[in-house]
Structures are given as C-alpha cells and as structure tokens.
C-alpha cells in the first residue's frame, strides 16, 4: 500500500508504487517492510525503503530508479508507470542476466568458509562504507533525508569512526532535522486516519508521535478525543445499516443521537446529507474560533486593564504630584485657553481686518490638543478636556466677538453698556492691561517653576502646559482687573 493509501488519498501513481514493491521484491528477495498490517502501513507512509544490501552488488543506478518509484510523494515518481518500466529496462538490459539471478538467492546460501586470505580486508569494507556514504550525500541532494539517516546508519556500523568522527555528529543533527519533519508525518497521518473513521490507528499513531513530541497538546486532545469517538463507532454503523436499508427515519435518530453525545464524530459516508441533518462539527475548526474568542476577550481585558491603569495614573498624578483637585485642573484648562484666544482675538483685532473673534476661536481649538499632548494628558481625560474647551471657546467668541465692534484706532469711545455713558481712552487701558497682566504674569511663572523644581526635581514630571495655564490664566485674571480700574481712571 502507497503512503497516500493510508492516508485515503489514492492517486494514479499509486500503482506505480506497488510495482516499485514487487520489483524491490524481486532484486532483493525481501519486501523492504516486515511487520503486521498496522506496522507495514505506518513504515509505508514513514519510512524510506532500505537500501539494497552491498553483497547483492545491483548497480546503483538500477538501485536509483527503483528507489524513485517508491518516492513517498507522488510527485516525486515517475510520470507514468510506463516510464518507469522503460526506465527499469533500459538500466537493467546492460547487467548480465545471471548477475540479476544471483540477487534473488539467500544471502546465506552464498556465505562458504573462506581462508584467512579470502577475508574482506579493511580496504574493502571502507570501499563499501565510501559508497554507502556518498549515496547518503544524494538522496540528502534530492531531499531524501530518511534515506540519507539510513545509508548513514549503515556506515557507522560497519566503522563508528568513519570520517575521522565527523560523520556521528553530522548524524545527529540529520536526525534532529528530522524530528520535525516525522512528527508532521504522525499529524497527517493521525488526521488521515480520524477522517476515516479508524480510531485505533488513530490512538497509536498519536502514540508514536507523543514518543517524540510528549508535550504535544494536539497529540493528547485528539487522542483522548479518539478514544471517545471509538466508544461510539458502532452507533455509526448502526446508521450506515440503516441507509442501506432504505430506513432513513431510523438512521435521523441514530446519528442525532451519536452526535449528541460524541459531537466531533466524523461523517466521511456522507450520511448526515442523506437523512437531511446538519454536518457534525470540525473539533479543529472549532478549536481556531475558541482559540480567536480567547484572543479576542484577552485583548479587550488587556484594554480595560490599560485604560483602568491611565486613569490611575491620571488620578494618582493629580492627588500626588499637583496635590489639587481635579475642578483645579479643569480651571486651568479654561484660564489657559480663554486666556490665549481671548489675547489673540484681541491683537488680531487691532492689527488685521479680519473678523477676530473668528481668529480667536480657531485659535482656542488648535492650541487645546496641542495642551493636552503636553501636559494635560497626564491629569485629564479627553472628555473633560473637550467640555472644557467647549466652554472656553464660548468664552472667547463672546469676548472678542463684543471688543471687536470697538474702534481701537479712535481716541475717544462713548456709551459703553458696563460703564454707561462715560467717555473713555480705550488705548491706553488695554495697553496698561495687556503689559502689566503679562508682566506680572511672567513673574509668578518664574518663581512657581522655581519652586516646583526644588520639590521635584524634574518639572517634565508636572507637565509644562500646567504651569503655561497658570500663568496664562493669572494673565487674563490680571488683564481683567488692570482694565477695570482703567475704565475708572482713565475717564
């Protein structure tokens, strides 16, 4: 049987397989596998055929073309089963027929007593090691490494020295890269077999393949799994027995049953379409959506853990590092945009011709995520942060949008509705507002910077726009009251 027999997977050079087989059969006297049903199937799909002994002196080249036939993957054979018996001819029609004969006779019955001198010398058996190697080295060419790691095997029995000792530990990295390649072999082939339906070859090639990977997770899950589906395989016949008989009601209740309590039971007859029943479900389809859940739920957590953890932070900084409230911060905020737009709305009034209150909202909105980017983010969140630039906004478009019906240029102003009638020198009291408020505003910012740094040690700790707002804020403040007492005393 091909390896893709036993996989349920039959090709047309499949029977090119079997040939290749008889053939080896025929050069040899020996089938290349021993074993019972199960073991010649698992050698079949695993193993590469063993090389023809070194006594049976065939050509390699004829060795060659029968090794091609029994390629384990189809693609690597020939392309039709007449090119490998014209293959086969045409390297054999050189090699004497009675040559071909004596490879059939039992190897013993050709062993005789010899005299010492008719021993096989050390030349020889290096000779026949040299060839077994350089073989080794063409099948490793042609990607054949399980041929390749028992060619090799055979040279280190016969000298465990050979190639003054390199060979041993080439070997073992051949087997370690190996290993992998076998356990994907067992994991098809596990498949192959659950999706046939033939559970306890299932369960011991699950087996062979925890031998070699024990902390193999599939492994495990799907042999216990096979175990299960074993318990039940009756209940499947069962509704095949049914099907055939025409007693589809009857077959319904059986494998609604059988799925019930073995969900994951295959259905490779087809039978669930038969009796109008939903396909049972893929355990390895369900397990990549369990797998994408859990994703899914690990990264919400790892967002709700990181957005508890900011506003922790955010929290935690206010209370700790600033020692106020967060009313105290929202206050800055506003003091710290009102101020800015309301200063620009103001110069922009007096040195451009267009609208200033329209400057000084746009202004306000620009200069808000340039202050939480700095600073604020550190003790706010953006919703307060867009109610508070809110606020400001309106702030600033009343502001601007009353001082901008004001003729700055004009000396004098009359009927002003917070004052009544008194004629006043608008000039001079933003002028007296505007240098005073900053200067002093710059001042307080100093010593408050000064002082922070002395209990701090690092004022990127606090947030530059925390101080830029306070001292923005004490500005406006300042400008407000320096204009007051100039509408008094400027008249």
């Known amino acids: 049987m091909s390896p ?12 090119q397989y079997s040939l290749g087989v008889v053939v080896y059969q025929w050069l040899c006297g020996n089938l290349p596998f021993q074993g019972s049903n199960q073991e010649l199937m698992i050698q079949h799909y695993m193993h590469t055929p063993p090389p023809f002994p070194p006594l049976l002196r065939i050509p390699s080249a004829l060795e060659n073309v029968v090794m091609k036939a029994l390629a384990k993957d189809p693609q690597q054979r020939f392309a039709t089963v007449q090119e490998f018996a014209s293959t086969l001819e045409q390297t054999g029609r050189g090699i004497p027929f009675q040559a071909l004969i004596a490879t059939v006779r039992p190897i013993k019955q050709e062993r005789t007593p010899v005299s010492s001198q008719q021993q096989p010398t050390q030349f020889s058996t290096v000779n026949d090691a040299d060839t077994l190697y350089r073989q080794g080295v063409e099948a490793y060419a042609k990607g054949d490494l399980d041929r390749t790691e028992q060619l090799w095997q055979q040279v280190l029995t016969m000298d465990a020295n050979y190639g003054n000792g390199t060979l041993a530990p080439r070997m073992t990295k051949l087997k370690a890269e190996l290993h992998p390649i076998r356990v994907q072999r ?20 699950w087996n062979q393949l925890l031998q070699l990977a024990p902390s193999d997770e599939q492994a495990v899950e799907r ?109 800055c905020i506003f003091m710290l945009l009102g101020g800015l737009g309301s200063a620009i709305g103001m110069v922009a009034s ?17 200069l808000a995520p340039i202050a939480y980017a700095l600073g604020y983010r550190k003790a706010t969140t953006p ?42 020198w608008i000039g001079r009291q933003i002028t007296f507002g505007i240098v005073i408020g900053i200067m002093i505003a710059l001042l307080i910012a100093g010593i408050t910077a000064y002082r922070v740094a002395e209990e701090y040690d690092n004022l990127g700790d606090i947030g530059p726009s925390t101080f830029l707002g306070g001292s923005i804020g004490i500005s406006l403040l300042l400008w407000l009251i320096s204009g007051i007492v100039a509408l008094f005393l400027g008249g």
Do not use: C
């Open 350 to 366: 007096y040195w451009t011709s267009s609208p200033s209150w329209m400057i000084a909202v746009i202004s306000t909105v620009i």
């Open 186 to 205: 067992l994991r098809t082939q596990a498949l192959a077999h659950s999706n046939a339906t033939m559970w306890q070859e299932e369960i011991d090639t």
């Open 383 to 424: 919703f307060p942060m867009i109610v508070v630039t809110l606020l400001s906004t309106t702030a600033v478009f009343g502001i601007t949008w009353y001082f901008s019906k004001l003729p700055y240029n004009h000396s004098e102003i009359s009927s002003l509705w917070i004052v009544g009638n008194r004629i006043l």
């Open 4 to 15: 893709e027999q036993g996989g349920g997977k039959a090709v047309f050079a499949s029977d």
């Open 223 to 331: 042999r216990t799994l096979a175990s299960h589906n074993m318990q039940y395989a009756w209940m499947y016949t069962t509704a095949q027995q049914f099907v055939r008989e025409g007693k589809l009601d009857a077959a319904k209740t059986e494998l609604t049953n059988l799925w019930r309590d073995a969900p994951y039971y295959p259905d490779p007859a087809g039978l669930a379409r038969k009796v109008g029943l939903k396909a049972p479900a893929d355990y390895e389809q369900d397990k990549i959506l369990e797998q994408k859940r859990k994703s899914i739920e690990k990264q919400e957590q790892q967002k709700r853990q990181s957005i508890d953890k900011r506003k922790q932070d955010r929290v935690s900084f206010v209370k700790n590092k600033l020692g106020v409230a967060a009313f105290v911060v929202w206050l």
